[in-house]
């Protein structure tokens, strides 16, 4: 039997938004190296993906679908921040070593196959997505217990 395919974003999903502290420090060290104006937005500060904080449960909530689905981690790395598209491989390196070469950058997610796309977002094809997307942080999918509940209780293995 086939397992079913979870595709699982980053952002707001795994990964914490960083704290403003987090995004100050990132920008004040920008500083010395080059101009960054106040009005970029924080995904486009080089370097700010490296060591931003796992969501609460997101991982062992990966580690748990992993041992019965087919998933993969498919995320959006702003294209203007070349050092985020390697700065997500690594977290995903540090934080899930399991998912190692299960990370599809893209910002068309419509295109990846998949039965099931856990997002917090309706951009960059999650939209257009053809199989069912699991809205992160929305009713009834508010956090990664209530997720798990719904693929314990109502998904299809």
Same mark, same amino acid.
């Given at each position: ?12 999903? $795994? &990964? ?30 080089? #370097?700010?993906? $490296? ?8 991982? #062992? ?5 992993? *041992? ?5 981690? &498919? ?27 299960? $990370?599809? $950058? ?6 990846? &196959? ?23 942080? *929305? ?13 314990? *209780?109502?998904? *299809?293995?």
């Amino acid at each position: 039997m086939t397992k079913k395919i979870i595709l699982v974003d980053m952002d707001g999903v $795994l &990964v914490k938004e960083p704290t403003k502290e987090h995004e100050e420090a990132k920008r004040r060290t920008m500083g010395r190296k080059g101009r960054i104006d106040a009005d970029v937005h924080w995904s486009d500060v080089p #370097d700010i993906f $490296l060591d931003l904080e796992p969501i609460e449960g997101g991982l #062992d909530a990966f580690n748990k679908l992993f *041992q019965d689905y087919d998933i993969y981690i &498919v995320s959006t790395a702003p294209w203007g921040n070349p050092s985020a598209w390697t700065d997500k491989r690594k977290w995903v390196e540090k934080h899930l070593p399991i998912a190692e070469r299960r $990370l599809f $950058l893209t910002h068309h997610k419509n295109m990846v &196959v998949g039965d099931y796309l856990i997002d917090d977002r309706l951009k960059n094809g999650t939209e257009k997505f053809s199989g069912k997307h699991i809205h992160f942080g *929305q009713p009834p999918f508010e956090n990664w217990d209530k997720v798990l509940t719904y693929f314990d *209780q109502y998904a *299809q293995i």
